[in-house]
């Protein structure tokens, strides 16, 4: 994929986001890697109206070196992108449900959401509740890049999910899952539910 290619990308399913209210306001941003270059969001911009030419790029120390000031959110998504070679994209949210989730007092920090379903244990497998951080502070890098080497979502406390793919559709489709697991987890809060056993979720889990 070249640069304009990632461009139209990231445009894409910015639209696509806000259209359908996975994000809202300035919140939500998103990145595509191209060689030693990263595509991000920029700063303060809505996912609805951004456009291709006012994109940012970072380098993967997490530097600005071309554009529009990135994202100030941009930093972890350099952080993640050095954690998983092989994956090119990131999306994050601050999306209702999932945002919801990350507010929870009672909840299983190494193990946010059970696995409900089988596409939740093949997308997202099991997924890390990150401590708060003010949104900016660069205290979270060290500890999103390294649980980033095991997981390919972290859910980010009073905050939202990050998510990685192999391409920005596959990362786009796995924080999908994420936000409808969040929203099964809170339907079913209080009643006596079944998850997959930790067999059938080890056998379906994603690197
Ligand atoms: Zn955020």
Redesign the pocket.
């Known amino acids: 994929m070249n640069e304009a290619e990632a461009r139209a990308e990231i445009v894409a399913a910015a639209r696509s986001l806000f259209t359908r209210s996975l994000t809202h306001g300035s ?1 939500g941003n998103l990145s595509v890697r191209v060689g030693e270059r990263i595509i991000v969001t920029p700063t303060g911009s809505s996912l609805g109206v951004v456009e291709a030419h006012e994109l940012s790029v970072i380098d993967l120390a997490g530097r600005h070196i071309d554009g529009a000031a990135p994202s100030k ?1 941009a930093f972890l998504h350099a952080a993640i992108l050095r954690a998983r070679p092989e994956a090119t994209a990131v999306v ?1 949210t ?1 999306s209702t449900h999932s945002a919801a989730v990350s507010c929870l007092a009672d909840v299983d920090d190494d193990n946010v959401l059970p696995p409900l379903t089988a596409y939740f244990a093949m997308r997202i497998g099991t997924l890390p509740l990150l401590p708060y951080f003010a ?1 900016g502070d660069s205290g979270l890098e060290e500890l999103a890049e390294r649980k980033a080497h095991d997981h390919l979502a972290l859910l980010l406390r009073n ?2 999910p990050i998510v990685s793919g192999r391409s920005l559709a596959a990362a786009m489709d796995a924080l999908e899952e994420l936000e409808e697991t969040a929203k099964l987890f809170l339907l079913l809060r209080g009643q006596s539910t079944r998850p997959l056993s930790p067999d059938e979720a080890a056998r379906l889990a994603p690197r």
């Open positions: 919140t959110e994050h601050h949104p905050h939202g």
